[in-house]
């Protein structure tokens, strides 16, 4: 996968990639049925379609810039967040019965407010990863055009509905 994320795969690489993803979901819900003893209640959360895109989005622009294209293909996260149909497909397919699921989607905003905040949360998950490949003077660098471009933004706008949650109780 040459993307950031899934999302941003061209549409032949982004179907096999969700593919894939799919089926790994599918075995994990099956084990989860499978380790459960009878009437035993799994409650669970997943994202679903759509979480975070706008950071990944800004994540991706800002690796176009010139001083960071040299980084761009080694940054992966190999996420996937299935729509809430998948999420409940998954559940059916591994066993639970439709009347022992209960799935309740919903978005929230960012918590973070202001543009040094996001990008201290972008920190804290990306930073160990990076700086693996990163030269340290090129994180920084990396980091305060993130942050410019989010003091650019209509950061009320970019913090609406990016997390998307799901979360299911589901009864063997």
Same mark, same amino acid.
């Given at each position: 996968m040459d993307e950031i994320i899934y999302s941003h795969l061209n549409p032949e690489e982004r179907e096999a990639y969700e593919t894939?993803?799919?089926?790994?979901?599918?075995?994990?819900?099956?084990?989860?049925?499978?380790? !459960?003893? &009878? =009437?035993?209640?799994?409650?669970? *959360? #997943?994202?679903?379609?759509?979480?975070?895109?706008?950071?990944?989005? !800004?994540? &991706? =622009?800002?690796?176009?810039?010139? *001083? #960071?294209?040299?980084?761009?293909?080694?940054?992966?996260?190999?996420?996937?967040?299935?729509?809430?149909?998948?999420?409940?497909?998954?559940?059916?397919?591994?066993?639970?019965?439709?009347?022992?699921?209960?799935?309740?989607?919903?978005n929230q905003d960012l918590t973070e407010e202001t543009p040094e905040q996001i990008t201290e949360f972008l920190k804290a998950f990306t930073r160990p990863g990076f700086s693996t490949f990163f030269k340290p003077e090129d994180l920084e660098d990396f980091y305060a055009s993130i942050q410019k471009r989010m003091s650019e933004t209509d950061v009320d706008e970019f913090r609406r509905d990016q997390w998307h949650r799901t979360l299911i109780k589901a009864k063997k």
């Open positions: 894939w993803a799919k089926e790994n979901f599918k075995r994990a819900v099956k084990n989860i049925f499978e380790s !459960l003893k &009878k =009437d035993g209640v799994a409650i669970l *959360q #997943f994202g679903h379609e759509g979480q975070l895109q706008k950071l990944w989005d !800004l994540i &991706k =622009d800002t690796l176009e810039e010139a *001083q #960071f294209q040299a980084y761009k293909s080694k940054v992966n996260f190999p996420l996937y967040y299935p729509t809430e149909e998948d999420i409940k497909d998954a559940f059916l397919e591994a066993g639970f019965t439709d009347n022992n699921i209960e799935v309740d989607g919903f």
